[in-house]
């Protein structure tokens, strides 16, 4: 997954590599024109002031070059990286099997593409290049070192041992304090989630006090465990900073003594010693923190790697057609949520093409999870289930997709035009966005509206017969041969109720399975096949007049609404 960062990215990478890299040659060479300028004034190697002021126009213009190159490919590349990053995780999210959001927890993938992503692009993405600084300076200082010195260099060596232990054993205790504030995020993102789905509940429970509450003491929670996070971090930078002036001082005063002492060392050298000090400790104060940042970077970055990744075994099966000619046939099909709880029983039954269907029960009766199977949210069920000669469990799902087309009870909208929510983004051919219009009664919507109208957030400037209506265009434009809607009208008066059924009987071309709540008598005559279910059981099965006829469950059902 890191190596998505680098995709079509790799000139940006390398530009930025090559002029970071210059630019700590050129931050050591700071310390050799200081050398120059000492021993000059000292009079132990005197340069003339031309080669001086030549020695410090050339390091201005080669450090501003670099500063310059930085400036304009590092941004582009740390853009590039983060958007095929997002892209990439998108990519993975909208491969995944239809039903995967319900499944998995929707807070961590937005943790994941927000707050950690922050810590990515700092602690990883950035990091590398002051890792490589970093680098540069400490073998660039000390090759220079041992270029003017290995007496004095030896001493360097001897007192930087206390500056890296202490970085590399306070620096481990960022790994898990980088954890803990990634996992309280995912709660807090969770709970404000949460917040903001229930708000009407919490107005009309007049809950405001007691769900602040609660947020504001995971609130408290999350800044405590940052509070800690922050504090580590600066302890490490204190104890980084205080062995690493003990180090300049120690070496500072090794080169005072040696050049009281006559041991063959000139003032300007020892003031490149000092000066090259900074470009020792400080990597040996950053490095192991960096280290330490980064692998709590990587960690969040596998963790989301984890989260997304296909699974090969969840992609594989057949294609099928497009078209279904045999219809759907359910043999003898159980299922339950575990084994104590089997929601379906031994059911049989065929669903036949362009004939609709209404499926009626009690709540927990096993409508939703018939549709479900016919939907192939799962495949841990007993019996068959067959898409014309096709085992339901051996389609692909992609080209299951392509068969079905879902109206739920939420119709999700976007933020866009009426038409671009009913071609969902993609290009269709215009005659055939206009009869889906047509036929789902919609041109109307987009005739008072315009063109331009924006439905809003989850469509909030709609009202749910008109949400409705684009969700029967979307199945229409689709051409599915198979229409799965679960009380699309459950928010919706009865004669809108009556409308959108009628429009979607009307789909003549496509298998209408229908569960519906609403037992309306002009609602339910509109279907071929009304199909009864109680306790997991198909009991009925006919049309409304036979039904009534049968004064059976079914009719006792209509009595009681």
Excluded at 418 to 434: A, G, L, S, T, Y
Excluded at 461 to 483: D, W
Aim: hydrophobic letters at 45%; glycine letters at 6%.
């Amino acid at each position: 997954m890191k190596k998505v960062f680098y995709t079509k990215n790799v000139l940006p990478f390398v530009v930025t590599l090559v002029f970071t890299i210059l630019q700590g040659i050129l931050m050591l060479g700071i310390s050799l024109i200081l050398k120059a300028m000492i021993n000059t004034i000292s009079g132990t190697d005197v340069k003339s002031l031309k080669e001086i002021t030549m020695m410090i126009v050339l390091f201005l213009f080669l450090l501003s070059a670099s500063y310059v190159f930085i400036c304009i490919f590092k941004p582009i590349f740390m853009k590039k990286a983060l958007t095929n990053y997002k892209n990439s995780m998108m990519d993975n999210i909208l491969r995944k099997k239809q039903f995967y959001l319900k499944e998995e927890d929707t807070s961590v993938l937005l943790s994941g593409l927000t707050n950690d992503l922050n810590t990515i692009e700092a602690n990883y993405l950035d990091a590398s290049f002051i890792l490589i600084k970093d680098i540069v300076y400490f073998v660039g200082a000390i090759t220079l070192m041992l270029i003017a010195s290995y007496t004095l260099t030896g001493i360097v060596i001897l007192l930087i041992i206390i500056p890296m232990a202490t970085s590399m054993l306070t620096g481990r205790s960022l790994v898990p304090a980088e954890k803990e504030v990634s996992e309280k995020n995912v709660d807090f993102v969770a709970l404000l989630k949460d917040c903001f789905q229930g708000f009407s509940v919490i107005k009309s429970f007049q809950a405001e006090k007691e769900i602040l509450s609660v947020v504001c003491g995971q609130n408290d929670e999350l800044e405590e465990i940052k509070c800690k996070r922050n504090a580590i971090k600066i302890l490490v930078g204190m104890i980084g900073m205080i062995v690493s002036l003990f180090a300049q001082f120690g070496i500072f005063f090794a080169g005072v003594w040696m050049v009281v002492t006559g041991r063959g060392i000139d003032a300007g050298t020892v003031l490149l010693f000092v000066n090259l000090m900074n470009f020792i400790v400080t990597p040996i104060a950053e490095v192991p923190s960096l280290l330490s940042s980064r692998k709590a970077a990587i960690a969040l970055i596998e963790k989301m790697e984890e989260k997304v990744k296909i699974d090969d075994k969840l992609e594989k099966g057949i294609k099928v057609s497009e078209d279904i000619s045999k219809g759907i046939v359910l043999e003898h099909v159980s299922f339950g949520y575990n084994e104590n709880n089997t929601v379906l029983k031994d059911i049989s039954l065929e669903f036949e093409p362009g004939r609709s269907y209404a499926i009626v029960g009690g709540s927990g009766s096993g409508k939703t999870s018939l549709l479900n199977l016919l939907r192939g949210s799962t495949d841990i069920y007993e019996g068959a289930i067959r898409y014309d000669d096709h085992d339901l469990k051996t389609i692909e799902k992609e080209s299951l997709a392509k068969l079905i087309s879902d109206i739920e009870q939420e119709v999700f909208v976007f933020d866009a035009s009426i038409e671009d929510n009913i071609k969902m983004f993609k290009d269709f051919p215009r005659k055939d966005v206009e009869s889906a219009e047509d036929k789902a009664n919609i041109k109307n919507i987009i005739s008072e509206r315009g063109q331009e109208f924006l439905c809003g957030e989850n469509g909030k400037h709609l009202s749910g017969g008109e949400k409705q209506r684009i969700s029967i265009a979307r199945s229409i434009l689709k051409k599915a041969k198979v229409i799965i809607a679960d009380e699309p009208w459950s928010s919706l008066d009865k004669q809108n109720a009556y409308d959108i059924s009628k429009e979607i009987v009307g789909i003549t071309d496509a298998i209408r399975i229908v569960v519906t709540h609403l037992l309306d008598k002009d609602i339910l005559k509109q279907y071929d096949t009304i199909i009864a279910m109680r306790d997991g059981k198909v009991v009925e099965m006919g049309t409304y007049d036979e039904l009534i006829e049968n004064d059976g469950y079914f009719k006792a059902l209509c009595k009681m609404a």
